[in-house]
């Protein structure tokens, strides 16, 4: 499969790379080309490092590139990114690409993590990325609470359930495939694309509760990456 990675030159766009590249050919996108290849040509080199052998590849290219070649699209953007960048590249996308938000509407304040789209009235990040859509069913949600620190590190086991919604279900196994390729991670399918509020709702609930409760939570979370967004 191919997989492009809008964002991929961050964190979390590293990790998916390095998780996947050894089945997958990895499209690792950017604004600027130059700095996509420089990223995909690291992630390779440790790749390399770390299994040996592998039988995909990682790619550079720029984002317009990368919406129209891929299979799968990640969209590991800022919530406040997604107009300005899914309304240039969503439109690109092949009719049979399934598009994978890890998108959250998300803000760190002095009480904590709070949801942007309650506390200020704002649209969820699924249906503001779906309205640029032609096929809206082919839009998946998931892996919206996982440690960009742990997931950068190759050789480091994960241990995460990953809510999954979307409405057209070969598109959502195509999703839980993906998932489970990563070994530590188990999908949870919860319903259609209008339940995707609740995994974006629920997730600085969980952070809030993981930060008060776990007692390396501040290590495991002092480099979080929600959808393109540290925290």
Same mark, same amino acid.
């Not at 290849?37 to 590849?57: F, P, R």
């Not at 290219?61 to 997604?82: C, G, H, R």
């Given at each position: ?26 499209? @690792?996108? &950017? ?8 990223? %995909? ?5 440790? %790749? ?18 990368? %919406? ?6 990640? !969209? ?13 590249? /969503?439109?690109? @996308? ?22 942007? &789209? ?6 969820? +990040? ?7 859509? +032609? ?6 949600? %998931? ?13 480091? +086991? ?20 993906? @998932? ?9 399918? /919860?319903?259609?694309?209008? /339940? ?5 709702? +629920?997730?600085?609930?969980? !952070? ?24």
């Amino acid at each position: 499969m191919k997989i492009g990675i809008i964002g991929g030159t961050g964190g979390m766009g590293k990790g998916f790379a390095l998780r996947w590249c050894k089945k997958h050919e990895i499209i @690792i996108g &950017s604004r600027d080309a130059e700095r996509a290849i420089s990223a %995909a040509n690291e992630y390779s080199d440790l %790749a390399k490092d770390t299994y040996g052998n592998i039988d995909g590849k990682i790619l550079g290219k720029d984002n317009i590139s990368v %919406a129209k070649e891929s299979e799968i699209l990640i !969209l590991s953007i800022p919530y406040q990114n997604i107009d300005s960048i899914c309304s240039q590249l /969503l439109p690109e @996308i092949s009719n049979e690409c399934v598009v994978i938000s890890p998108i959250v509407p998300m803000t760190k304040t002095d009480v904590g993590f709070e949801c942007i &789209s309650i506390k200020e009235n704002k649209p969820f +990040s699924h249906q503001t990325v779906e309205k640029y859509m +032609s096929d809206k069913t082919k839009l998946v949600s %998931a892996f919206h609470v996982i440690s960009e620190k742990k997931l950068v590190n190759p050789t480091l +086991s994960l241990d995460y359930d990953i809510f999954v919604v979307g409405d057209d279900m070969n598109s959502v196994k195509v999703v839980n495939d993906l @998932i489970n390729e990563i070994e530590g991670l188990r999908p949870i399918y /919860l319903g259609g694309g209008k /339940l995707s509020y609740l995994v974006e709702m +629920s997730t600085p609930l969980l !952070l809030n509760a993981c930060l008060l409760y776990t007692s390396d939570a501040a290590d495991e979370r002092s480099s979080v990456d929600l959808g393109g967004r540290r925290i």
